[in-house]
């Protein structure tokens, strides 16, 4: 399990996040279909974060489930999963999580505006990697999410 918070944060937001999955794509034999599958279903929806995880069923097919909006310019796993008492990550019930995905927004100028170094080329490099704090949260929650996907604005 993941420890999604601090011990002081955990005690103060236990059973937080979702109560129940999104709903659910086809089923897929692979993970890495399921996570194509969430990000043909964002497409050209550039305007905000989209997001959602890859679930495993006990026989072993994979599911995504529908993109969710961010609020803001920021996705929230709680949109899609929930926290038990101790504020860890719960399991959907029947479901095993074996992923994390989301989408970059078409932040281009702002991304220019904040990196006063950057030319075109790289704000358009920097929307298509992990930020980095989506990093810091795939390798904090990586025994939860072992993978995490990710689609930027310029992908073909
Ligand atoms: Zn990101």
Redesign the pocket.
Known sequence: MAIRLSREERAASSNRGATQLPPLSPAFLHEADAANWAHQEIGQRRDI?YGGVIVRDPTGQYFATRPVAGKGMQFDLLAVVGTGNDGYYLQPPGYTCVASY?S?PAQHEKMLQRNLTFDVRMAKAALGF??G??FYRDVHDRSFFPSSY?SGPDDP
């Open positions: 974060e989301h970059h992990l930020s704090a989506d990710l």
